[in-house]
């Protein structure tokens, strides 16, 4: 009959593995660095959360209110015609109140106003904003 | 130092560090080779050490010493060990590769595994247990844990460690018997 196989001899109980040297010697520095490392990203981050908050919030609020003028805007939806008609109006009110802020102010006054130069740019700029006015000149 | 001292000084003010770093010092060996001798590789026993102190570091404030210090760090460990176990085990089914022939490998080709025919014939067959056996085995054979201390860390009723053990016990020495 086959023995059964001992296996509590001393000599089997004895650790058979090994590690690099200094192996433990350097453990506790090791993890003493990532403990720290892990510490100092934990405050930056504590720092940072409310502001990113107040940032995001406000992010919101401001999409939000964007996203409902952009809904209500009434010249969005209008056809071609309908929106010359709506942009001449608003042309004549503007052209109505820059009259009265003119006649006020003596800054564009006619009589004592030199002529500015004003920048292509500045021109081709204006023009881009108001499409209105290009078809406006190109009926002429 | 004793751990209620060690505690106490981690406590103190500014002295967090310096206390924990004292755990690492008194603790990690004993901590490390319980690991090792689940993975064989001394790559990944460094690494499951190193996250089992973190791990440690994060819970120390809420530690309410119902156990003793070490007793938490074994479990912590433990728990580190078994989640990284699963983790292989899945990774070894999904590119149809047999985990434990693996760990039998390691211990082949490692430089760091100095034992004689004999013991690596034992160690072999520890590596071929399922987890949890291998764990009570290990605690019981080599750090010569009591059932009591084991029930604490596995959270596992002493009968069913006995019972574990047992088997464990039964499967090495049939494949001991084999190998030589």
Redesign the interface.
Known sequence: MKEKFNIDQPHLKENPYSVPEGYFFSLQSTISDRISQKDSKVGLWSLIKPQLALVSTFALVFLMGYGAMKLFSPSVTESGSEMLITNSKTLEDNHLEASFIDFFDDETDSLTKKTEIVDPEEIIEYLNTDAGIVYLASLE | MDDKDLLALYKEDGKG?YA??LI??KY??RL??HI??IVAS?EDA?DL??NT??KA?NGLPEFREESKLFTWLYRIATNEVLTFLKRKKVRSFLSLTDYSKQLENILESDV?????A???A??KAILKLPKKQRLVFNMR??DELKYEEISEILGTSVGALKASYHHA?QK??ES??EL?
Do not use: A, P
């Not at chain 2, 760091?112 to 004689?116: E, I, K, Q």
């Open positions: 560090h924990f770093n690492v010092g990690s060996e490390y080779w090792r001798k001394h460094n050490l190193q102190f973190i570091w760091y595994f100095n034992g004689d004999t013991q690596k034992l160690h054979y080599f016990t090495i020495r001991l018997q030589l």
